[in-house]
Nanobody
Framework: QVQLVESGGGLVQAGDSLRLSCVAS????????MGWYRQAPGKQRELVGC???????NYASSVKGRFTISRDNAKSTVYLQMNSLKPEDTGVYYC??????????????WGRGTQVTVSS
């Protein structure tokens, strides 16, 4: 099973930027779509965005234009660049591996998450 480890979270002010990273174990990273999710206190986990193995991306409307997902297959790493952060972006951010090449494949593996806190 793929193991995923997120990093890069922290406490920032509104308007700041953060870049999250997720490193995957195993040799199949380049063949998998990867997703980023978040969970705010008292709320359900929600999709932030996803990137296919070929680099196609999609985003939640709440982050479109502010967040960017990218991947480096040579490093088995997926990134989430977050700009113009808002207090409502606060939550635990999780990396997710899909079972196939595109974002519509089912969820396969999850990381443990990294906390992002945005103060106003």
């Amino acid at each position: 099973q793929v193991q995923l480890v997120e990093s890069g979270g922290g406490l920032v002010q509104a308007g700041d930027s953060l870049r999250l990273s997720c490193v995957a174990s195993g040799s199949t990273f380049s063949m998998k779509a990867m997703g980023w999710y978040r969970q705010a206190p008292g709320k359900q986990r929600e999709l932030v965005g996803c990137i296919s193995n070929g680099g196609s991306t999609n985003y939640a409307s709440s982050v479109k234009g502010r967040f960017t997902i990218s991947r480096d297959n040579a490093k088995s790493t997926v990134y989430l660049q977050m700009n113009s952060l808002k207090p409502e972006d606060t939550g635990v951010y999780y990396c997710n591996s899909k079972s196939g090449t595109h974002c519509y494949y089912q969820d396969y593996s999850w990381g443990r998450g990294t906390q992002v806190t945005v103060s106003s």
